[in-house]
C-alpha cells in the first residue's frame, strides 16, 4: 500500500482556507492536499504569479524561469502538444511527448494542477516552453489501497460492534470510532450528529450517481437543500447544466465535437422543472429516453458510455401532490413527465425529508481524519467500472419481480451496488446491513412507482416484487425463504443510533445497546434471519428491548425540560426521533389496527410525554422507565387538525407495512414512527412577562371542548387566578417559540 497521506482534519483546513491569507485562492480539494501534504509554502511562494497574465509574460521575456501554480490542459494541435494554463489564460506552450505520455489520460482531458515551471521557447512555433510540473493533486489513485484505507478508518467502530456479538476487546488509539456512512458524509464536508437516520440515507444517496454507472436519480423539493451543491463539488467529473439539446449531450455538428454524454462521469440537469424543450431539441427526448435505459444514444451520433443522470428540481408544494394522488408533478406541463422517463428513474430522492444547508451540517463538528476530497472523487470514479450487484447473489439473496417488473429489479439492484461501494467498498458487508439497503432501494423506487400508479390512476401503489433467501434445513436442503426486509432496515435503524444512546445516557447501556446486539447475534446465527426464532418471539425480544407492547405514535410530542426525567428524555429522543422511521398521516386506521375498536385509548394520565392522537394513547404502550414518580405534565391529551399534515417520507403506505414481501404486517412489531421536527423540549421552569409587566410562571391547558389552548396563573397583586385568549394549536406553538419556553426546530 502506497505511503500517502490521504487523511485529514477537515476542520482544521477549513479554518485555514478561511483566513484572509487564504481565502478563495483555489479550489479547496487542492488547498486540502497542498496543506495535507506539507507544501502550504508553495502557496505563499508560488501562487502570487498564477493569474496575472501580464506578469508572467514580462517574467519570462525578461529571460526568467517562473514558478506558478495552475492547472494546465493539453490538446493536440499541428502535430504536437500545445498546453494551456487555466487560470492565467496563457496558451501557445508547447509540451514535451514526454510530459504528455506520462500525465497521459489525465491532461489531455481534464488537466493537472500542478507547480509549473514556464520558460521562453527558443522555437518560434510556440512562445512558452514547460519544462516540468510538480503535480499538486491526486493522479495514481489506487483502489485496492482506498479499501485497507477505509477498512482501517472504520475497523473501530466495527469491531465496537462487535464486542458484545465475539466477545473481542480492541484497543486502537490511532483511530477513533466513526460509521462508514459517517466517514463519507464527513468526508464530503457534512456533519452527521444531529441527524435523523433517513437524512444520513438521502445524502448518501446523493453520492450513488458519482460511484455507479448509468444510474438515473430524480431529487425534487423546496430550495436550499443542497441538491446542486453536491455535485458542483464533483467538477470537472460532473456538469450542472441548465438545458437540454443534442448538441450539449450528444454531438454538435458544428464544432464536431461530443458532447457531455461522452465526456463526463454525471449529469445533473438543474431545475428540471423549469427546463424547457423547444420544437427543434425535441428529438433529444427519444435519445435519452434510450440512454437512461440501455446507456447509448443513436443518433446523431452513436454514443455509448457510464454518464449517470441527475434530475434536479425546486417544486414547491411537491409533497402535497404526493398525498392527494395527483397527476402531474410539475407546476406546469412538461414534456418528460411521462409513463417512459419516470419508469427509467431508479431511485426518487424525497428532498423534503432533508433539512436547509446550514453551518451546523456542513463544515462544522466533523472527525479528525476524513479522506481528502480529491482523493476521495478519484475513487468514486473508479469505483463507476466496478459492480457490486453481485453480492446480492453471492449471498443467496433474490429480488424477484412479477409480471413487468425487470426494471424494478433493476432499479435495485443498482441502488444497493451504489450503497455497498461507498459504505463497505472492502465488500465486507454483513447481511444485516444488506436487508437494510434492499429495503433502502425499494423504497427509492417504490416512490417512483407512487407517482407513476398517480399519474395512470391504477391505484396499484407498491412494488411488484419479493425478496427471498436460499436457507438450509437440518438436511441440508436448500429453501426459499420470504425475508422481512422491512423489519432488518428497522433494526438497521436501532443499530445506527445505539452509539448515539449510550453517548447521551450511559445507564441504558447495559440493558438497551448489549441486549440489542446480543439478540442481533440470534438473528443471524448460521446466516438465518430467524434463527430458530418464531415471529412472536421475535416480536417479544423487540419489545423487550425498545418498548413494552404496542404503540403508534402521532407526529406531535412534547417533552418537558425537566432534570429529574433525563433518562426518560433520553428514551424518548432514541426511541422515537431516532428510530422514528417516517413521517405520517395514517393515525386513525394505524390506531384502529393496532387496538381494534377500543374506544378507551387515552394518554396515561401521568405520562412525562404529550403525544397528539386521535384517540390518545393509555396503558399499553408506555415503557416500564415511565411507570415511577416524578411527573411533569399538561393537562390532558389533544389532536391537531389544523398543522399540515405529512404523509410517508417515501409515499408508499404498502412499503411500510411490508406487504411488498407478503408478509403479514401484524407480523413482528408494529414501526416506530415520529417527526423529528414536531419534537419540543419545553422549560418548565420559564417565566412569562405579563401586561402589567409582572414575570409568573403559568400552567398551560388545553380544551378539549373547544379544540384550543390557553395558560392560568396567579396574579399576585390581586391574588386571583387569570386565564389567557383561547389559542389553536399552530398559535400555541408559535407563542411557546416566541416566549422562550420552546425552541423551533429547523
Not at 506539507?38 to 498564477?50: A, G, W
Not at 472492502?426 to 436487508?435: A, H, P, R
Not at 430458530?532 to 421475535?538: C, E, H, K, L, P
Request: one cysteine or more.
Amino acid at each position: 500500500m502506497e505511503n500517502i497521506n490521504v487523511f485529514i482534519d477537515k476542520e482544521e483546513i477549513n479554518k485555514l482556507f478561511d483566513e484572509e491569507k487564504y481565502k478563495n485562492c483555489m479550489d479547496k480539494k487542492y488547498f486540502e492536499y497542498i496543506v495535507s501534504n506539507n507544501k502550504i509554502e508553495y502557496i505563499d511562494k508560488y501562487l502570487k504569479y498564477s493569474k496575472d497574465r501580464r506578469l508572467i509574460e514580462s517574467l519570462v521575456f525578461q529571460n526568467k524561469v517562473v514558478l506558478l501554480i495552475d492547472k494546465l490542459t493539453v490538446r493536440v494541435e499541428n502535430n504536437g502538444y500545445t498546453g494551456e494554463l487555466e487560470n492565467s489564460g496563457i496558451d501557445n506552450i508547447r509540451v514535451s511527448k514526454e510530459m504528455v505520455n506520462k500525465y497521459h489520460d489525465k491532461i489531455l482531458t481534464n488537466g493537472v494542477f500542478s507547480l509549473i515551471t514556464l520558460e521562453e521557447n527558443i522555437d518560434k512555433k510556440y512562445k512558452y516552453y514547460i519544462e516540468k510540473i510538480e503535480v499538486l493533486e491526486d493522479i495514481n489513485v489506487n483502489l485496492e489501497d482506498y479499501k485497507k484505507y477505509f477498512s482501517r478508518r472504520v475497523r473501530k467502530y466495527r469491531d465496537e460492534k462487535s464486542i458484545v456479538i465475539e466477545g473481542i476487546e480492541i484497543n486502537d488509539e490511532e483511530y477513533d470510532s466513526i460509521s462508514e456512512i459517517e466517514l463519507i458524509l464527513n468526508t464530503i464536508g457534512i456533519s452527521t450528529k444531529e441527524f435523523t437516520f433517513w437524512e444520513k440515507i438521502l445524502f448518501l444517496v446523493r453520492l450513488i450517481p458519482l460511484c455507479e454507472a448509468n444510474y438515473n436519480l430524480m431529487e425534487l423539493g423546496g430550495n436550499g437543500l443542497g441538491k446542486t451543491k453536491t455535485y458542483s463539488m464533483f467538477s470537472p467529473e460532473c456538469e450542472i447544466v441548465q438545458e437540454m439539446s443534442v448538441a450539449e449531450l450528444i454531438y454538435n455538428r458544428q464544432s464536431k465535437e461530443k458532447g457531455l454524454l461522452a465526456k463526463k462521469d454525471v449529469i445533473v440537469f438543474d431545475e428540471i422543472n423549469k427546463m424547457k424543450i423547444d420544437s427543434n431539441n425535441e428529438k433529444i427526448i427519444p435519445q435519452l429516453l434510450n440512454f437512461m435505459s440501455d446507456g447509448q444514444t443513436t443518433s446523431p451520433r452513436k454514443v455509448i458510455s457510464k454518464t449517470s443522470l441527475v434530475f434536479s428540481g425546486n417544486v414547491m408544494g411537491i409533497q402535497a401532490r404526493l398525498e392527494k394522488n395527483e397527476k402531474d408533478i410539475f407546476d406546469d406541463s412538461h414534456k418528460l413527465e411521462d409513463n417512459a422517463f419516470f419508469d427509467r428513474i431508479h431511485f426518487f430522492l424525497p428532498a423534503w425529508g432533508l433539512r436547509r444547508y446550514s453551518r451546523n451540517i456542513h463544515g462544522s463538528g466533523l472527525s479528525k481524519k476524513i479522506f481528502r476530497f480529491d482523493y476521495f472523487s478519484k475513487v468514486l470514479s473508479l469505483l463507476r467500472e466496478k459492480d457490486y450487484s453481485d453480492i446480492i447473489d453471492e449471498r443467496q439473496w433474490i429480488i424477484r419481480g412479477k409480471n413487468e417488473s425487470e426494471r424494478e429489479v433493476k432499479a435495485i439492484r443498482k441502488t444497493v451496488s451504489g450503497l455497498i461501494k461507498l459504505t463497505h467498498p472492502d465488500k465486507e458487508i454483513d447481511d444485516f446491513t444488506l436487508g437494510a439497503y434492499i429495503a433502502i432501494a425499494i423504497k427509492g423506487r417504490g416512490l417512483v412507482n407512487k407517482f407513476l400508479n398517480n399519474k395512470n390512476k391504477r391505484n396499484v401503489n407498491k412494488i411488484d416484487i419479493e425478496i427471498i433467501r436460499i436457507d438450509y434445513n437440518n438436511k441440508g436442503e436448500a429453501e426459499e425463504i420470504s425475508v422481512p426486509v422491512n423489519e432488518m432496515l428497522k433494526h438497521f435503524i436501532e443499530l445506527d443510533h445505539s452509539d448515539e444512546l449510550n453517548e447521551y445516557f450511559e445507564i441504558y447501556k447495559e440493558n438497551m445497546y448489549n441486549q440489542f446486539n446480543l439478540n442481533y447475534r440470534r438473528f443471524f446465527n448460521n446466516n438465518n434471519y430467524f434463527g430458530g426464532y418464531s415471529q412472536m418471539d421475535i416480536q417479544k425480544i423487540e419489545n423487550n428491548i425498545f418498548y413494552s407492547g404496542k404503540f403508534y405514535p402521532n407526529r406531535q410530542i412534547i417533552v418537558f425540560n425537566n432534570k429529574g426525567n433525563q433518562g426518560e428524555i433520553v428514551f424518548v429522543k432514541f426511541a422515537l426521533d431516532k428510530l422514528g422511521i417516517e413521517k405520517n398521516i395514517r393515525e386513525e386506521r394505524m390506531i384502529k389496527e393496532c387496538y381494534g375498536n377500543r374506544s378507551d385509548v387515552s394518554l396515561l394520565n401521568n405520562a412525562r410525554i404529550l403525544i397528539f392522537a386521535n384517540q390518545g394513547l393509555r396503558d399499553s404502550w408506555i415503557p416500564k422507565s415511565f411507570s415511577h414518580g416524578k411527573v411533569v405534565t399538561l393537562d390532558d391529551w389533544v389532536h391537531d387538525d389544523n398543522e399540515l399534515n405529512y404523509d410517508e417520507l417515501f409515499g408508499d403506505q404498502s412499503l411500510d407495512e411490508n406487504e411488498f414481501t407478503g408478509a403479514n404486517p401484524s407480523a413482528g412489531s408494529r414501526n416506530l414512527e415520529a417527526d423529528l421536527s414536531n419534537f419540543y423540549f419545553l422549560d418548565k421552569n420559564k417565566k412569562l412577562k405579563c401586561e402589567n409587566g409582572d414575570y409568573v410562571i403559568p400552567e398551560f391547558k388545553y380544551s378539549e371542548k373547544v379544540d384550543k389552548y390557553f395558560y392560568e396563573y396567579i396574579d399576585e397583586r390581586k391574588k386571583e387566578p387569570k386565564k389567557s385568549e383561547m389559542m389553536t394549536y399552530v398559535e400555541f406553538k408559535y407563542f411557546l417559540a416566541e416566549n422562550g419556553f420552546i425552541k423551533l426546530n429547523d
